[in-house]
Nanobody
């Protein structure tokens, strides 16, 4: 079992920044590709960013390219999402997820993800 706990969400004005963290406990963190997903009210959960087990390859949704950066520290069992130039349309609950397959993360195969955190709310005001 892997437990994932997100933190770092909050209320920020448009143009501002937030850094989300997701700490994993349980089985070996470095065995999993990691993804950040988000779900806005009334919408489906979608991939925001993904990172391979080693951190050498990343993937971003087109809507966040150039603004968000995903990274991981395997020694700290933590994956991060640095979010800059935030827009009101970024408002959502942000979830981290773990899966052995980076392809599954990159392809937004939500139903395939092995583990999920409970999410952290990000609200961007205009």
């Amino acid at each position: 079992q892997v437990q994932l706990v997100e933190s770092g969400g909050g209320l920020v004005q448009a143009g501002g920044s937030l850094r989300l963290s997701c700490v994993a406990s349980g089985r070996t963190f470095s065995s999993y590709a990691m993804g950040w997903f988000r779900q806005a009210p009334g919408k489906e959960r979608d991939i925001v960013a993904g990172i391979t087990r080693s951190g050498d390859t990343t993937h971003y949704a087109d809507s966040v390219k150039g603004r968000f950066t995903i990274s991981r520290d395997n020694a700290k069992n933590t994956v991060y999402l640095q979010m800059n130039s935030l827009k009101p349309e970024d408002t959502a609950v942000y979830f981290c997820a773990a899966d052995p397959s980076f392809a599954a993360v990159r392809l937004n195969l939500v139903d395939q993800m092995n583990y999920w955190g409970k999410g952290t709310l990000v609200t961007v005001s205009a």
